[in-house]
């Protein structure tokens, strides 16, 4: 059969990246010490080089399907993008995997187990003949608690969810754990989300967010100097946002910074 995809191409143009999107797969990811199977929303390209037509995109499937039935840990994403290299003879390859990442919650009094969602992103860039970059996404929420509501009330303090988005690039990802760092970034909010709380549960919470109040750009700082400590970092992105209870509007912080 006449391969089309392999005809060359006269207009000249080097494609930086074409392949397969909103690919849906199951995946076991593997953190830590702990192997969790997620659905994963899958963005997987390379380059094509000038002469071609197309790309094999089926080559790309067939790669991705082959890694579904065992754990993957942040370092095989380099292994995966290496096979696309090889198998689609290219020199630049990315992917994508989105899903949704649960971390094991016990209530601050009762200890009931739950389990609490945050929204992952793992991205992995590849060049032939050097180290895959990679970036890690998170969006964790938490509660904030106005300290002006706070100062000028008899009476309580207006408080909400909010959330905070990070694009953290690293140096190293070797290492690199998932659950370690939405700890690290949930803790910089007012109090803890929990998906399961009891009335003593939702006592403390209550009080707790009360005793630590925190302005969105209270949270953004904190969030920025956590991150400033992470020796592994060499980049990192930050927005906050606090979903407002007693306006129509939100409140939002954003900060950026390549590190030495």
């Known amino acids: 059969m006449t391969d089309v995809q392999n005809q060359p191409d006269t207009r000249g143009i080097k494609i930086k990246r074409t392949g397969v999107t909103k690919v849906h797969l199951p995946f076991l990811i593997s953190d830590g ?3 969790q199977q997620v659905a994963a929303q899958i963005r997987f390209t390379v380059a094509l080089p000038e002469n071609l037509r197309g790309t094999h995109m ?3 499937t067939e790669i991705l399907t082959d890694w579904t039935a065992r754990p993957i840990k942040i370092p095989d994403l380099e292994k995966i993008l290496l ?16 899903f949704k990442f649960f971390l094991k919650k016990f209530s601050p009094v009762s200890e009931k187990f739950s389990l609490s969602s945050v929204d992952c992103e ?4 590849l060049l032939r003949g050097e ?3 990679f970036t890690l996404g998170l969006i964790v929420p938490f509660t904030s608690l106005c300290p002006c509501s ?3 009330s008899n009476f309580g303090a207006h408080n909400q969810r909010s959330v905070c988005r990070v694009k953290l690039t690293f140096k ?7 659950k370690n760092f939405v700890r690290l970034i949930e803790a910089q909010g007012s109090a803890e989300i929990y998906p399961l709380l009891k009335r003593e549960d939702e006592k403390f919470v209550t009080e707790a967010a009360y005793k630590n109040p925190k302005f969105v750009e209270d949270i953004l700082r904190d969030v920025v100097l956590v991150l400033r400590r992470s ?7 930050v927005e906050c946002e606090n979903f407002e209870s007693i306006h129509n509007h939100n409140a939002f912080a954003s900060h950026a910074e390549i590190l030495s």
């Not at 190293?172 to 998932?178: A, E, G, L, Y």
């Open 33 to 35: 010490d702990e192997v």
């Open 58 to 60: 089926s080559r790309l």
């Open 83 to 98: 096979d696309a290299l090889e198998k689609l003879s290219t020199d630049f390859a990315a992917i994508t995997l989105v």
């Open 122 to 125: 793992l991205c992995g860039e």
């Open 131 to 133: 180290r895959m970059k």
């Open 150 to 152: 706070k100062e000028i």
């Open 172 to 178: 190293n990802f070797d290492d690199v754990s998932i």
């Open 231 to 237: 020796e592994n970092l060499e980049a990192f992105e």
